[in-house]
Nanobody, 126 residues
Framework: QVQLVESGGGLVQAGGSLRLACVAS????????MGWFRQAPGKEREFVAA????????YYADSVKGRFAISRDKAKNTVLLETNNLKPEDTAVYYC???????????????????WGQGTQITVSS
């Protein structure tokens, strides 16, 4: 199993930035991609971004494209999410997830991700 621990959430004004980090431990050799999802109050969890672990290909939801950037540090088993120009509608709990399928190619379906972190809150005030 893979354990994931997120950090970096907080309260920020609209237009501000935050950097989220997710550190993976355990059977990290089984990870083929890592992603970020978010869940706002009263809404379903939704895909934000993902990155393939070996090739570094990136995928984004249309709602964050151009504002968020995902990257990974393979040596530290860490995936980062730089969030810029934050909007009140970005307020949510952000979850890190690991995909254990070698076939992952950018799907937003959370069923592709078998390991999940506990989440970190981002609150954007207007």
């Amino acid at each position: 199993q893979v354990q994931l621990v997120e950090s970096g959430g907080g309260l920020v004004q609209a237009g501000g930035s935050l950097r989220l980090a997710c550190v993976a431990s355990g059977r990290t050799a089984s990870m083929y991609a890592m992603g970020w999802f978010r869940q706002a109050p009263g809404k379903e969890r939704e895909f934000v971004a993902a990155i393939t672990w070996r090739g570094g290909s990136t995928y984004y939801a249309d709602s964050v494209k151009g504002r968020f950037a995902i990257s990974r540090d393979k040596a530290k088993n860490t995936v980062l999410l730089e969030t810029n120009n934050l909007k009140p509608e970005d307020t949510a709990v952000y979850y890190c997830a690991a995909c254990h399928s070698i076939w992952y190619s950018g799907s937003a379906d959370e069923a592709n991700f078998g390991s999940w972190g506990q989440g970190t809150q981002i609150t954007v005030s207007s």
